[in-house]
């Protein structure tokens, strides 16, 4: 079962389908302010959603990480 904020977040990626968020982008969206560099909020939801979905972080196939992008 997803928390109300790992919903919240995989509706976003969801509702962005093929589009490369930022983290910047994200952060924002999510928290409601400037992302400051270190916050992991956001890299921890993903992590707990990809868990739940069972997509391998190693190779994911539902949510993928463009390094350097997003």
């Excluded at 509702?15 to 930022?22: C, I, K, M």
């Excluded at 391998?56 to 350097?68: L, Y």
Aim: net charge positive.
């Amino acid at each position: 079962m997803l928390t109300s904020h790992e919903f919240e977040l995989l509706w976003l990626l969801a509702s962005n389908a093929g589009q490369v968020l930022s983290r910047e982008h994200v952060h924002q969206h999510m928290i409601g302010r400037q992302y400051d560099g270190l916050d992991r909020t956001v890299d921890v939801r993903v992590s707990r959603i990809r868990k739940k979905l069972g997509d391998n972080s190693d190779k994911p196939f539902r949510i993928k990480t463009v390094w350097g992008q997003g």
